[in-house]
């Protein structure tokens, strides 16, 4: 074997210490990406007060949550084609230059589309990371290193709301408004990683020749972007109403658009019909999809319980979910190690849909507004240890259940369903809680109003005079409506007898929405026995070994 000036040739395995070396700038990128997707939520208002644009500040997270991942799975299938690095290096690159422009804008427009140029970036970082760890590390070892990427994308996750937080508190750090290094925080991160993989990251040059799907992309784009839009904004539109009718029936246009054109397409479709043929891609497709919506509903009802019913700062809830990093770190890095050894990976996926079942069940059944915080602190743990199981285990299957020439469409393809289930997931969710809680609030307040000594605080004078409860005395003169609940501020600073009712509201809501939760994981639960139970092997592997021992045929 020989190596060229600038790094391995084809053929050549990287020394321990490169590996380690491109998996630090990798984890960098995938740090960057998953932290992007939450860091924004608690520091979203800030920034719209600052910028006079609360009405438009959902565009701000739309944005983003579209552009990556409708990008995912172009990323995955041109670097198929054109090779990682070049695409990794262009993710970074696109990434950063959002970053610096969304830390730079001046009114929520600009946000909204620097936005989108960061979710662009995004799309590639986290997909191609793991495609790449496919490319240069043995399949007896990628589990393990799978697994801590698995446990960056948890760790990230929970960090954002709480770093977030923290910025957004701060009125100026070195010159700038606290809120804008929300955005300048990425780029000393950013570069860092660029720098280690443009420098140690050499991967073969590639370039296989094929058409690229046009038709494919601009149909997915079709119909992913006004399904997204949908979710993210059909609660504030009205379910029924012209712009969501719309949204869903040119998404269900996209959708037939789409299969159409990867039928044409074949071989080289942006995701070929041919790999759903594979029992093992096709359900871990689904599983995955279906974990999404369970996961980022779950990652979305905990703050609100936290929140709204236990009245901790975004901040405080941000810290509580600590604890289901811990989870998630421990399932990722135990699942990876055992596949490592052991080569079996079905068992993760029926443990950990089980164990998200359970968690599921046991947050709808035990979250109550005298509920003491270690209670939804330890179920956290039992949710990001159900995640770390089924998480990169479920990616590892997709991988090496596609010929290694669709390696970059398998890893995104894990990625995008589990990324669409998310944006799903958390839309449904989101809604439903609302909805529901309109109605158990309205029913709350009409017991309260029976009772005596409620009824006495409520008179009282010296209640009805402090200011902290004047929103409360409107919320009651306007009644329990979706619309009303939309600010919840003044909640936890009115008088706590008189807000029993809208927290017992919101706590029986949060419960009714994770034991919905528990229905879907549970279905996956079911699905995950399906899957073929037999050992991974590496297609490349496989592949070296047949070339190596036969004559071609001529």
Same mark, same amino acid.
Not at 23 to 28: A, D, Q
Not at 246 to 255: H, N
Not at 258 to 267: C, H, M, P, Q, T
């Given at each position: 074997?020989?190596k060229?000036?600038t ?11 490169q590996t380690?070396?491109v ?6 990128g995938?740090?960057?990406s998953?932290?992007?997707q ?18 438009l500040?959902?565009?701000a997270?739309?944005?983003y949550?579209?552009?990556?991942t ?5 990323? @995955?299938?041109l ?23 969304a ?17 662009? !970036? ?7 990371a793991?495609t ?8 007896k ?9 698995m446990?960056?994308?948890g ?8 770093v977030?937080g923290? *910025? ?14 929300? *955005?300048f925080?990425n ?23 094929q058409k ?28 029924t109403?012209?712009?969501?009718l ?10 037939v658009a ?10 080289y ?5 041919r ?5 093992? *891609? ?16 779950a ?15 975004p901040?405080e809830?941000g ?17 990876g ?6 080569g ?12 998200l ?10 979250? !109550? ?18 995640? @770390?199981?089924?998480?990169q ?15 970059g ?7 995008f ?26 029913n ?5 109003m ?31 409506t979706?619309?009303?609940?939309n600010d ?10 008189l ?18 939760a ?14 073929p ?7 490349k ?11 071609p045929?001529?």
């Open positions: 074997m020989s060229t000036a790094g391995p040739v084809a053929g050549d395995v990287l020394t321990k210490r380690i070396t998996m630090v700038g990798l984890m960098l995938m740090f960057l998953s932290l992007d939450t860091i924004v939520s608690t520091s979203i208002y800030t920034i719209a007060n600052d910028l006079d644009g609360l009405s500040q959902a565009w997270t739309t944005a949550l579209i552009t990556s409708v990008s995912t799975p172009l990323y @995955g299938k670097s198929d084609i054109f090779g990682r690095r070049p695409l990794y290096l262009a993710a970074i690159v696109i990434f950063l230059a959002g970053s610096l422009y830390g730079s804008v001046h009114s929520m427009t600009e946000l909204a589309i620097a936005r989108g140029i960061q979710g662009m !970036g995004a799309g590639g970082l986290l997909a191609l793991l790449i760890i496919g490319d240069i590390v043995a399949l070892d990628r589990a393990k290193f799978q697994g801590y990427f446990s960056v994308f760790i990230s996750s929970v960090l954002g709301p709480v977030g923290a *910025f957004a508190g701060s009125a100026n750090i070195l010159g700038f408004d606290g809120w804008r290094w929300v *955005f925080i780029l000393p991160i950013g570069l860092a990683a660029l720098a280690v993989v443009f420098l140690y990251l050499h991967l073969p040059a590639k370039h296989v020749k690229i799907d046009y038709w494919g992309a601009a149909a997915i784009t079709l119909a992913i972007v006004p399904l997204l839009l949908v979710a993210e904004q059909g609660r504030s539109w009205g379910w109403s012209p712009a969501s719309l949204c869903i029936g040119l998404g269900v246009v996209g959708i789409f299969l159409l054109a990867e039928k044409r397409a074949g071989d479709a942006l995701i070929p019909l790999l759903f043929r594979n029992l093992t *891609f096709g359900l871990s497709s689904l599983l995955n999809f279906i974990i999404g919506i369970g996961m980022f509903g990652i979305a009802m905990l703050p609100m319980y936290l929140q709204l019913v236990k009245g901790l700062t901040t809830a810290l509580m979910m600590i604890t289901f990093t811990v989870g998630i770190l421990t399932g990722s890095i135990t699942a190690r055992t596949i490592s050894s052991s079996t990976y079905r068992i993760f996926p029926i443990v950990g849909t089980a164990v079942t359970a968690a599921a069940v046991a947050m709808g059944l035990s979250l !109550g507004v005298d509920t003491g915080l270690w209670v939804p602190g330890l179920i956290a743990v039992f949710f990001g240890l159900g995640l @770390g199981f089924c998480m285990p479920l990616t590892l299957a997709m991988q090496v259940s596609v010929p290694p020439k669709d390696m469409v398998g890893t995104s393809s894990a990625a369903f589990r990324s669409m289930g998310g944006a799903v997931g958390t839309a449904v969710f989101i809604s439903m809680l609302f909805s529901l809680a309109a109605d158990k609030i309205a709350g307040m009409k017991d309260a029976q009772n005596p000594d409620y009824l006495e605080v409520l008179k009282d004078p010296a209640v009805a005079a402090d200011s902290a409860n004047a929103k409360l005395y409107e919320f009651f003169r306007n009644g329990a979706k619309d009303s609940l919840t501020s003044w909640l936890h600073s009115a008088n706590p007898a807000t029993r009712p809208i927290t017992e509201g919101f706590a029986q809501s949060i419960d009714a929405v994770m034991l919905t528990a229905v879907l994981t549970g279905i996956a639960f079911l699905i995950s026995f399906a899957l139970n037999k050992k991974l092997t590496d297609p592997a496989v592949a070296q070994g047949a070339g190596s021992e036969s004559v045929a001529h």
